[in-house]
């Protein structure tokens, strides 16, 4: 899964990005509204951080323009503390989520995923494809309820999978969720994690759709 950090201050969005990247998340910032309406309004983001207060182009800015350019990628605004005004323009503006500043990592994570899930349209907190089971908020992968170890670009891929079950999807979309924008991409490694996956998983639930790409669906019995 692939995050949009907008923030301008310089520590706390270092904090916010070591956080996201640690949870396993590809991260690309920016530190003003200007750079993080293009880069929304342009790549594939499966959730956004949006500070409210920006240089450029002040956050609800960014947000409405989002919004009327049918950009409709999950939005969690970060507001300044006492702010009610902020949560309610910034709510009615089209974010799905607010957290006040100051507040715990622990927190906008939590909120990060559950945005993620709605978005898919889960409610859960563990994902399921037959035996395999993925805990977003541990990291935590098992097969009928035996961990397995896997990379943290593995966990990536089988992530990305696990949220959208039965859909199909190249190796070019996996690409551009797992790698954050200045990462050397290369889709080939696309098929060596699917590789290892499948090894390491034991079970046949990766579909390969030939030209296509990769499918998630329950082993048939
Ligand atoms: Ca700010």
Redesign the pocket.
Known sequence: MRILLV???PTLAAQIHASLVDAGYAVDTAANGVDGWHLGAEEPYDAVVL?L??PGLDGLSVLRRWRAAQVNLPVLILTARDSWTDKVEGIDAGADDYLAKPFRMEELLARIRALIRRAHGMAAPELACGPVRLNARTGVVTVDGAAVVLTAHEFKVLDYLMHHPGAIISKAVLTEHIYAQDFDRDSNTIEVFVGRLRRKLGVDVIETVRGQGYRLRPPTA
Request: a negative charge; charged letters at 65%; hydrophobic letters at 15%.
């Open positions: 923030e301008d201050e500070d207060g920006l």
